[in-house]
């Protein structure tokens, strides 16, 4: 397309944050799909049935359905969040009381923007927070853009490690002479790595943000896909909803309706719902309708047919990566959707080989580089300064949710064979 003659100035925003790569791969459409975390297996006969039922509830009930196919609170309608904190309550064990604390619950279009709003509430240009390295990029991008100063903090196998955290809460006061103001967390079975926290780790980051007065935002959202029992939320550590930032989100566990769900301390809450009012007003409330009859009615016998397919696909992926990959590492997820691999060899460039050799041959993952920050720190070797964030690019995540057990089997040996030549 020609160049815009109309003279427009944008944001300054716009010259240095580019589309979401993940959003720019789904241009492609390939065979051997690893790349987003798009999920494979949705109950849609059970959405067809609840959408068949409201259908002839609508017909018989006008008012039901004006009141439906109209605006409504913007955190979301009682109902709604009544059966939502029912949930978080039986099955997470969050210490909420379904009567009478159901309006610390609130929704958002999808969890990502909840966690657009709380950085956008939270964070002046300069601030600090923390993340892990390599982290979520709807959460590393948003943070660049509003001015954040985002200091990543090393994983191993089981997540964040928590003394790193507290280095890089002591060097932002020594650097910075600022307290960070949010931890960034997805303790079950993280985007991108697909680790998760044990206990220790959990209670250990509560305590530095508890100390520090951090903001612990807690991502929850593949916790209800677990293969193995995992430790409980960190939120229920906080006994009264003053510490922890919890999110959930419908799209991984029932269908990309985008409704995400949190419970946030009340003065975190009133802040987001204020910035939600602005973004969009509310969320339909039509769709709040069916994720509420999926919640109450049917989401056990969803999870109970979903997981095993879901741990059907990982072990494939897990299998193909073990039989074919060069040498590296992987990791070994107790659920969500991704296995994230480092190939021994540092000088691979998973982004290069992508294009070059991946996608020609019909398959799609995401290299590793956009889950680090285009600007933040790390801290060095020695642990005491902040050095430039630099990307692994001999790093990719490799998602099992989409596509068959057959076709990630055949794919991934395909992959590794292409490695193997490569490295
Ligand atoms: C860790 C994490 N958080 C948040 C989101 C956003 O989810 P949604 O906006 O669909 O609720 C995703 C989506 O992939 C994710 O992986």
Known sequence: MADSKNGYQFATWTSFIAESQIRALLKYTVKYYFAGGKPGIIPTDIFAKILGDLSERYSKDPEMALDDFNYGPTGGQPWFLKTLAKRLHDVRKIPIDCESEWECVSITSGSQQALYAILDTMVNPGDVIITPSPAYLGFLVPAVKLGARVITVPTDLDGIIPEYV???VQLSGIKFGKTPDILYVVPDSDNPKGTTLPQKRRQELFDICETHNILLLEDSAY???QFKKTPKPIK?????????????????EAAVLRVGYSVLPPNVREEVLKDKGYLDLCTSTMIQRVLNEYYAKHIDEAMRVGIPRYKKRYEAMAAAIDESF?????TDPTGGFFIWWQSESKSFDSGAFLEK??????LLYVPGKPF?????????DSGNDLIPSMPELNTMRLGFSYVTPEVISEGISKLGHLLSKEL
């Open 223 to 225: 916790a209800e896909i």
């Open 166 to 168: 507290t280095k890089a």
């Open 372 to 380: 680090y920050p285009i600007t933040g720190y790390a801290i060095n």
């Open 357 to 362: 050799t991946a996608i020609p041959n019909d």
């Open 236 to 252: 229920v550590l906080d006994k009264d909803n003053s510490r922890v930032a919890y999110l959930g989100t419908t799209s991984k």
């Open 326 to 330: 060069p040498a590296g590492e992987r």
